[in-house]
């Protein structure tokens, strides 16, 4: 897997005052107002005495010690991403700490080893489940710890990531797979850097015929070879048997049930299916949200 190799004193180049002009967060007035408080304070930091004089939030301050060291993230209002992607809007949150723990599990079980499994389809019993949300938010913490992610929809039922990342959906996965087009239409994103989104594209009548083909696999051997970690968004397991295929194209899945709403026998099916599919699931998360 790719890493950063920038160091914290070369990514903290520019000054929190710099980034929250630029922003739009501080007028230059004010950020030198801060720093002359700052001078007589002595021993002050920057963000400390501009959230003092009342001039900057909590929330402010940290999204400019983001930007400083590198780590992309968002503030509501100022994107198209649904802010139901907590992990580009909350990184402070016990949410995206649970994802960051996903992410180091997942990193341990099969994506730092050589060799091992770099593609992951999300995948779930029910609907309702929240499988959208945390195959998005899992592929956000994961370029943000500078892994090259594509997150790819493979739901050709009810597909949303275009809705979440708000991007184009007139064309994708769908019609990759069904030779509708030649160029694959991934769309790296400018907020989130390191990552970069398959939407779904139309819903097409024969969804299990082209997840399960030849095709997908071959875009999935030919993706692998350019982005460190995949993350694949999967339908209801339940309803249909897309999730199955797709999973064993991939070679792992992560399992999301959620508390108080998934049927236990339904769990239970899913995961003996991931067996006879010969499915290594490699995490469960129980959601309770």
């Not at 994961?142 to 929809?153: A, R, V, Y």
């Not at 069904?178 to 990552?195: C, F, G, H, K, Y």
Request: hydrophobic letters at 40%.
């Amino acid at each position: 897997m790719r890493t950063s190799n920038a160091s914290a004193s070369t990514v903290a180049k520019r000054s929190l005052g710099t980034i929250l002009v630029e922003s739009g967060k501080l007028t230059v007035e004010n950020a030198d107002y801060i720093l002359g408080v700052q001078g007589k304070q002595g021993g002050v930091r920057f963000g400390e005495a501009a959230r003092m004089l009342g001039l900057l939030t909590d929330d402010d301050i940290q999204f400019a010690l983001a930007r400083q060291y590198g780590y992309p993230c968002l503030r509501p209002g100022e994107s198209g991403i649904s802010e139901e992607l907590v992990a580009a809007y909350q990184p402070r949150s016990q949410q995206v700490e649970a994802l960051r723990a996903l992410r180091s599990q997942l990193i341990q079980r099969c994506l730092g080893r050589e060799g091992t499994i770099k593609s992951i389809a999300i995948v779930g019993p029910g609907r309702r489940e929240g499988r959208s949300c945390l195959a998005a938010n899992l592929a956000i913490v994961f370029s943000q710890l500078g892994q090259s992610t594509l997150l790819i929809d493979a739901d050709m039922r009810h597909g949303r990531q275009h809705q979440l990342f708000d991007v184009g959906n007139s064309v994708g996965l769908s019609s990759v797979l069904s030779e509708r087009i030649e160029t694959v239409p991934v769309v790296q994103l400018t907020d989130l850097a390191a990552l970069s989104i398959l939407p779904v594209g139309p819903l097409p009548p024969n969804p299990q015929e082209l997840l399960g083909g030849i095709n997908f696999l071959n875009l999935l051997d030919k993706f692998s070879t350019k982005f460190d970690v995949i993350i694949i968004d999967t339908p209801a397991a339940a309803d249909y048997a897309d999730a199955q295929m797709i999973s064993a194209q991939a070679g792992g899945a992560v399992m999301l049930v959620r508390q108080d709403h998934t049927n236990v026998k339904d769990a239970n099916e899913l995961r003996e299916q991931m067996r006879q599919f010969n499915v290594s699931v490699i995490g469960a998360v129980l959601s309770e949200f």
